[in-house]
């Protein structure tokens, strides 16, 4: 009996250690999310009123075409193609908008912040300096894999059902 519940106390320190694990693996994730719509958000601020202006000249574009079908100028085939690719151009920017006006919201409920509140992001100032890596490019990638908490979860499952079929097998087999 002690022997069992000592194997059984084992298999629950691996327990807990796969939701420690798990944990970090969703701390990750929260992690990349917030990096991905912060830099969005940055893309956003930068972006939309140049989509803007963009937007606008497409239109007069649109409508210079209409002025010019109108009057006897190139051939109806090439006024239409003008419009369908002026068309296209205009989708295109308000998708990128669209896509882009959600980043912000995305991050503030990131944030936990409240519908609406305004917020401005700062870009932070980079500075060219040289990567030097002093380990070898292996070794890194190896370490890599080994720190994935969904790696590290595998081990401790492993570690359990081997635990577990030592329990289920006969003594002295």
Known sequence: DFGLSYVRS???ADEVLIALEQRRSTMNRIIEDV???FWRGIAAQRL???LTILQDEVEQAYQTSQAQ???TGPTPLVVLRQRRELLTIARSIEELQRDLSVAKIQL???????PGTAFTLAAPIREQAPLIFSADP???IRTALINRPEM????YRKRINSTEI???????T
Do not use: C, F, H, Y
Not at 108 to 114: E, F, P, T, V, Y
Not at 152 to 155: D, G, L, Y
């Open 166 to 172: 030592d329990i289920s097998s006969p003594v002295g």
């Open 69 to 71: 079908s109108s009057r």
């Open 152 to 155: 590290r979860e595998i081990t």
């Open 108 to 114: 503030s409920a990131l944030m936990n912040l409240k």
């Open 48 to 50: 939309l009123g140049r």
């Open 138 to 140: 292996k070794d890194l």
């Open 10 to 12: 084992k298999q629950k």
């Open 35 to 37: 990096r991905t719509a």
